[in-house]
């Protein structure tokens, strides 16, 4: 069984930093792409940046290109988010996500489909 654990979410003011991880467990995770997604208060879950299975592709939502990078470490069976310049509207929960199919690239997750998901994580960003 797939199992994804967020952690790193907090409280921080405008133009701050704050790194999030996933810790995976439950199958081989360096044959999957991995992702994060968020959701505001009243909208829709949301791609936020995906990293192709190898690690050396990844895709951001228009958003948070520049400030957001998304990495993986294989060896630690992990995924982090680190996000820079931190704006009120990316306050959201945040969510680990994983594909359900091997070998693919950082945009296989976009649509959100067919994914395992992690509980989430809130982010706040005061202004």
């Known amino acids: 069984q797939v199992q994804l654990v967020e952690s790193g979410g907090g409280l921080v003011q405008t133009g701050g930093s704050l790194r999030l991880s996933c810790a995976a467990s439950?199958?081989?995770?360096?044959?999957?792409?991995m992702g994060w997604f968020r959701q505001a208060p009243g909208k829709e879950r949301g791609f936020v940046g995906g990293?192709?299975?190898?690690?050396?592709?990844?895709a951001y939502a228009d958003s948070v290109k520049g400030r957001f990078t998304i990495s993986r470490d294989n060896a630690k069976n992990t995924v982090s988010l680190q996000m820079n310049s931190l704006k009120p509207e990316d306050t959201a929960v945040y969510y680990c996500?994983?594909?359900?199919?091997?070998?693919?690239?950082?945009?296989?997750?976009?649509?959100?489909?067919?994914?395992?998901w992690g509980q989430g994580t809130q982010v706040t960003v005061s202004s």
């Open positions: 990293i192709s299975w190898s690690g050396g592709g990844t």
């Open positions: 996500a994983a594909d359900r199919t091997a070998r693919r690239g950082a945009y296989a997750l976009m649509s959100g489909a067919y994914l395992y």
């Open positions: 439950g199958r081989t995770f360096s044959l999957y792409a």
